[in-house]
């Protein structure tokens, strides 16, 4: 398998690039690998990876970073400003210049570049020509090398038993905080570095998309939507939901989502190598609306990664054939009743079929706190 920087180029290439410049922190562990946790906190505190089509590369940061750049990164021109000082545009400028791109077709994420920095670098380099290449790193990290697999599903497993340890120690009566710990605890003292999310949310708060737990009680009869993620080795996420109910079974409950189970088994049925992402869509809203099942989603899913949404969403509108080694999160919603009912595992494209990552069954059954 071709290096990262490699298949970087391959696209660089194709659409006329002959620089590309990083600032995302996704982007910039994945291509430098170098994390540099300020990056998310604090976006005037740039980094900024130069990656050119032919030439040295470069890397710039914050000089309190050095320690951790040096040790990490396998880049060898390495820069440092020093904070409120000096502008990492500039240091930009200067590598640019250097290497003969001051006029080159530049490619950067303008997304992550603030407007008073885009001003800066228009002002220091006036006919630079800046062409967004978000695309270009969605389409290098969209097949997954085996060592990310191994991370991602070694992650995803380590979140799953974390919940199932949880189930285990709570009753009705327990609070959502008081489950919510207990899961936390698993999932570090079971190998995540750090917790990423916990949404949680029982009966009429399920709707909330975002919730977090509190103090509220759990009762029997309760329906509860828990969606949480971890962070793994290599920064490489867990992104993991499910439906639980809480003492006695409402046989309503029951039956939605015994029926989001089997549309969840028809989607797996359609995954493999050359299929369209939008088909997937299609299969789901076709297996929800067959079966009475109300259908109001964006999109079924979305490929996982260092960052918990990555290229492709699987949506009406996205035709991208899926490819061998690409992952996704598969996640049908039901949302009726004044309740969302969810559930979401993590799925290993395969040339012939697929291979659940994240479990090891097909239907990932009822849960229950008794």
Wanted: hydrophobic share 40%.
């Amino acid at each position: 398998m071709l290096s990262r920087y490699d298949r970087l180029k391959k696209y660089m290439a194709e659409d006329g690039i002959d620089v590309a410049v990083i600032i995302s922190p996704a982007n910039t562990i994945y291509f430098s690998e170098t994390y540099i946790m300020t990056q998310k906190d604090i976006p005037d505190r740039l980094a900024i990876t130069v990656l050119p089509l032919s030439g040295e590369p470069a890397i710039i940061a914050c000089c309190i970073e050095q320690n951790t750049v040096d040790s990490e990164t396998w880049i060898k021109d390495r820069r440092y400003y020093v904070e409120f000082q000096q502008s990492p545009i500039d240091f930009l400028a200067d590598v640019l210049e250097e290497r003969g791109l001051a006029d080159a077709r530049i490619g950067i994420e303008l997304g992550y570049l603030t407007a008073s920095y885009y001003q800066e670098l228009m002002h220091r380099m006036p006919n630079i020509n800046l062409v967004n290449c978000k695309r270009i790193f969605e389409k290098v990290r969209m097949i997954k090398e085996p060592k990310e697999i191994k991370y991602l599903a070694d992650a995803a497993n380590i979140t799953r038993v974390a919940m199932e340890k949880g189930l285990q120690e709570v009753h009705p009566g327990c609070t959502e905080r008081e489950f919510a710990n207990k899961v936390k605890t698993y999932m570090i003292n079971d190998g995540l570095s750090a917790i990423d999310f916990f949404v949680m949310g029982a009966c009429e708060k399920s709707v909330l998309v975002h919730a977090l737990p509190t103090e509220n009680v759990m009762r029997g009869g309760d329906q509860m939507r828990l969606d949480f993620g971890g962070v793994g080795e290599g920064h490489y996420l867990s992104d993991f939901a499910r439906t639980v109910m809480v003492g006695e079974l409402n046989q309503k409950y029951v039956d939605i989502y015994t029926k989001m189970c089997e549309t969840q088994e028809e989607i797996f049925s359609h995954i493999r190598a050359g299929v369209p992402a939008s088909e997937l869509f299609r299969v789901c809203a076709d297996g929800m609306t067959k079966r009475g099942l109300p259908f109001n989603i964006p999109h079924i899913g979305h490929s996982l990664g260092i960052e918990c949404h990555e290229f492709p969403m699987l949506s009406p509108v996205e035709d991208f054939a899926l490819e061998e080694n690409m992952v996704f999160n598969i996640e049908p919603v039901v949302m009726t009743e004044g309740r969302m009912f969810h559930f979401e595992d993590l799925v290993l494209v395969k040339k012939d079929g697929f291979e659940i990552l994240s479990n090891t069954q097909v239907n990932p059954g009822l849960l229950r706190i008794v």
